[in-house]
């Protein structure tokens, strides 16, 4: 297996994109169920092994069930970001949808702060989500405006399913705000074009759908908002992910903080 080049916004041609398979079968009703259960089996054993550990079953479900979602893949790929960014990940903010799941698993880290900002609703959440908000530890807020935070508040900012859904027009505030409150950069999941989002991520409740946008496209919106790649924190990345034989099934892009 050979090893993925590592991002460079000089070379949009070397970034990597997940290749999806799909299989159609004309066989008997039998075969074809068994062949859909080996599937399910095979995809549930590939989560497992990729992120260096077990996910929960729901995780598993909404995968399954939905397609990708990029705020399920920061949890597979936190033990490759934490090797990647090392003593940067002690004071985490995560932004985008269910992002309750995330900074419990952070606070499950140890020497780990973390807090979580929900763009769209907290209206139907479980209870220790709400307890999170009740502490002030996750709170919901429009990301189209400032982030109610101070500058360099957090050593790390992690953004997943949001940016996807804002306008070029909205990306431009929005991309400099997470660049203001990280203090050593910030970390883009976003869904590969043609990719089908999970459930988390319906229209009906963003009204409207995701732009899922190639690498070019971002690499090009990163350079006329003046951010650069974090080039030392991307090569760990594609080094660990590589030695794991971990490959991101959303699009990953390392940039820096304003300085």
């Not at 970034?15 to 299989?23: D, E, G, H």
């Not at 910030?186 to 690498?215: D, L, M, N």
Request: net charge positive; proline share 6%.
């Amino acid at each position: 297996m050979s090893r993925r080049p590592s991002r460079r916004f000089a070379d949009a041609g070397n970034i990597p994109f997940v290749a999806s398979l799909r299989q159609k079968s004309h066989s008997s009703p039998f075969l074809s169920v068994g062949v859909l259960v080996v599937g399910a089996l095979l995809i549930v054993g590939y989560l497992y092994s990729g992120s260096g550990g077990s996910i929960s079953d729901k995780e598993t479900v909404s995968k399954l069930e939905g397609g990708v979602s990029c705020t399920l893949e920061i949890l597979r790929a936190l033990p490759i970001l934490k090797k990647a960014y090392g003593d940067s990940m002690h004071k985490v903010l995560h932004v985008g949808p269910e992002t309750c799941s995330v900074v419990s698993k952070l606070l499950k880290e140890e020497d780990t702060e973390a807090w979580g900002v929900e763009p769209y609703d907290l209206d139907d959440v479980d209870s220790s989500c709400k307890n999170l908000v009740r502490k002030g530890i996750v709170r919901m807020a429009d990301i189209k405006f400032p982030l109610p935070y101070r500058a360099k508040s957090f050593s790390l900012v992690i953004v997943s399913d949001a940016l996807d859904y804002l306008s070029p027009r909205y990306l431009n505030k929005t991309l400099p705000e997470l660049a203001r409150v990280s203090a050593e950069g910030f970390v883009v999941f976003a869904g590969y074009p043609s990719q089908h989002k999970a459930k988390v991520a319906e229209p009906s409740r963003f009204g409207r759908p995701p732009k899922q946008r190639s690498s070019s496209w971002w690499i090009r919106f990163f350079v006329q908002t003046s951010l650069e790649e974090n080039e030392t924190a991307s090569k760990k990345f594609d080094q660990t992910a590589f030695k794991r034989n971990y490959k991101p099934a959303c699009q990953v892009f390392h940039l820096k903080s304003y300085h």
